[in-house]
């Protein structure tokens, strides 16, 4: 059943920044022919942005090349002055054409240096303020602003084709290469519409989606469909190949740093408070999800003090599941800031009835339950006029808050340093006699030990090797899952402290988790009520200060996100900034008899799949029995099962 609590009348914008910014939330696609011999349709365009038409339901529009080699699709979700901003835009003497999803934070101050330069502007947009931008910069234009966005620029002079996502992966964007073709949009399901690109599994990527809830960009579940990565670019010339795109920031320092652990405090407390206040320029109403948990908490309390009116906050529960909960704090915070308060109950029948939008809207399965009511907060933001929500991800990955990290540092420290110091043969001989009378990630831990891996390889691995090689022996390799890790492990290693366990885990979890997992559920679960998510902690200068800040400040005599915590101490009681961590989570197992068990004797032993062989069903029966019978917990892992068979039915069944 669905409630809704204190759902009033849509709100106003009582923003502290003149109005003159229109939200550019939105959905963006294109065609190009760099070396293809069809030209560009205009029905294509059409089709494509039809298909994306809840990230803008309010406005559209096409640009197609004088020559049909290049065509771009716009879709925008606006309030007011839809004329201003409209896109694609293109420059007065109409060399560059620019269609663009996201927000320029510093587009007034960006602005003013243009038109110190000469720059006429027609509209108070941050869109024109960007397609100038480029028009001056190029390709560096990306490293000038502040913001979240996918960018598509076209140069009709030197056919170009320019694409870019902002530097945390806020804004996704997807692109397929078919023969001399380039398609990109907002959303994979937009890449469908295009004749040249046809859905196939991808199932040299299966053991990573099963082993990390996710892909890494730049691969999807679907053959020949990429995702840019966060902080690329790349440049398209027609007649030419696909280039490989390029980094264009990094947020390691060259060096940590050395001011005090106060100056650091004031700093990171002053660029916060920016941030927020940056992320309040809109000519919309907003307000933000609140836990009541310091992050979002904190987030709250900076809006209290900048908006003439009370904060719009939003939260959602579980029905007769108080352990999931986390009304209460969430209540006692709108209560401290005298927030206009909005609360929505979800139970088992609203996450089973939501599931078949789930997969649609997801593109890609991701395999976190948290997107269920993720959506319905968001729907509920929507119901009551809010257009804009600020949200609290990034900061427990920056600021080392996740209690199974602070976890694995005290294993790391009393177990992993001395152990891998010993010979392999007494590190296999643990393994040997540990190894059967502990669990799954206890052994695991120490199989690593043994081959000489990695202690921690990410906060949602779901199935071990020892599981998959059982559940499906053909995706079992080590690229599935270490691979890609240790990629990243190197390209910290390069620069940064190995012994610095916070900070280097806090970069595999920033380069990996957070960008293709935990911000594509914001986008694509937001965007699918018409709401725009903006991330407060992941302002790009914070980023780079958290990298700067020593491990050992993150968490200080067993205090996880110590130097944070110190940080919004001004804006927060202590009830808050010390009360355990809850976390954002979906009582999944609780909900196996009601949902999981009927969904999974429905899809995960279709013929369609068994065709497949992807996994042995004699094993994937045993896993749903131990579920039943209560000898463990494998909520998560059937979950992920499921979701990747509820996507494929929807996807390539029906």
């Not at 941030?275 to 948990?293: E, N, W």
């Not at 009835?353 to 929507?382: G, K, M, S, T």
Request: proline fraction near 6%; include cysteine; charged fraction near 25%.
């Amino acid at each position: 059943m669905f409630e809704a609590v204190a759902v009033p009348d849509p709100v106003q914008n009582h923003s502290p920044w003149p109005r003159k910014l229109k939200p550019s939330m939105c959905g963006i696609a294109g065609a190009f022919q760099f070396n293809g011999p069809q030209p560009v349709e205009e029905k294509t365009l059409r089709a494509m942005a039809d298909a994306m038409v809840h990230r803008g339901p309010d406005d559209e529009g096409y640009y197609v090349s004088q020559g049909r080699e290049l065509g771009l699709a716009f879709r925008r979700l606006s309030i007011v002055d839809l004329a201003l901003g409209h896109q694609p835009m293109s420059t007065p003497d109409g060399r560059y054409t620019l269609v663009f999803n996201g927000e320029i934070y510093n587009h007034l101050e960006i602005r003013a240096e243009l038109e110190a330069k000469g720059v006429a502007f027609k509209t108070h947009s941050d869109t024109e303020v960007l397609l100038h931008l480029y028009a001056h910069q190029g390709a560096s234009a990306v490293e000038r602003v502040n913001g979240m966005f996918a960018i598509a620029v076209w140069d009709a002079e030197d056919k170009t084709l320019f694409l870019a996502r902002d530097r945390m992966g806020i804004k996704p964007l997807y692109y397929a290469v078919q023969n001399g073709s380039l398609v990109f949009a907002s959303e994979i399901k937009c890449l469908f519409k295009h004749p040249q690109v046809t859905r196939e599994l991808n199932q040299d990527e299966l053991a990573r989606y099963f082993t990390f809830l996710c892909l890494p960009a730049p691969e999807t579940l679907f053959a020949g469909v990429k995702k840019l990565r966060a902080g690329h670019r790349v440049t398209i010339k027609a007649g030419g190949s696909f280039p490989a795109p390029e980094r264009y920031w990094n947020p390691l320092p060259t060096a940590q740093s050395t001011q005090t652990e106060e100056a650091l405090v004031e700093e990171l407390r002053d660029l916060l408070h920016t941030s927020v206040k940056d992320r309040l320029m809109a000519d919309v109403p907003f307000g933000a999800f609140l836990s009541g948990g310091v992050d979002s908490s904190a987030i709250v309390s900076i809006m209290s003090q900048l908006l003439d009116r009370p904060v719009e906050t939003f939260s959602v529960g579980y029905k007769n599941d108080s352990a999931f909960n986390e009304f209460q704090h969430a209540r006692d915070t709108a209560k401290r800031f005298g927030t206009n308060h909005h609360e929505v109950v979800i139970d088992h029948n609203d996450f089973k009835d939501f599931l078949p939008r789930l997969v649609h809207h997801q593109d890609e399965p991701i395999a976190d339950p948290v997107c269920v009511p993720l959506y319905y907060v968001a729907e509920l933001a929507r119901k009551s006029g809010v257009i804009v929500a600020l949200v609290g991800e990034g900061a427990d990955e920056l600021f080392f808050g996740y209690t199974f990290l602070n976890r694995v540092r005290r294993m790391v420290e009393k177990w992993w340093r001395p152990l891998s110091e010993t010979p392999t043969w007494m590190r296999a001989m643990a393994l040997g006699m540990v190894g059967p009378f502990v669990d799954l990630d206890r052994r695991d831990f120490l199989r690593r030990l043994k081959d000489g891996g990695e202690p921690f390889l990410g906060g949602a691995v779901t199935f071990y090797p020892e599981e998959l090689k059982r559940l499906a022996p053909r995706l079992a390799s080590d690229r599935s899952r270490e691979a890609i890790v240790r990629d990243l492990y190197a390209e910290y290693d390069a620069t940064q402290p190995k012994d610095d366990f916070p900070n280097r885990a806090g970069y595999l979890e920033t380069m990996y988790r957070l960008p293709e997992l935990l911000l594509m559920r914001v986008d694509k679960m937001t965007m699918a009520t018409s709401v725009e998510g903006r991330v407060p902690f992941l302002d790009h200068r914070i980023v780079e200060l958290a990298f700067r800040i020593p491990g050992a400040l993150k968490v200080k005599d067993e205090v996880p996100k110590s130097i944070l915590k110190k940080a919004v101490a001004p804006y927060l009681p202590d009830s808050i900034i010390h009360r355990k961590k809850v976390g954002f989570h979906v009582p999944v197992t609780r909900w196996f008899e009601e949902v999981l068990a009927p969904m999974a004797d429905d899809v995960l032993f279709s013929p369609e799949l068994e065709k497949l062989g992807i996994w042995d069903q004699k094993v994937v029966k045993e896993l749903l029995a131990k579920q039943k019978a209560g000898s463990g917990n494998y909520g998560m892992r059937i979950w992920s099962l499921v979701n990747f068979g509820l996507w494929h039915r929807h996807w390539f069944e029906e």
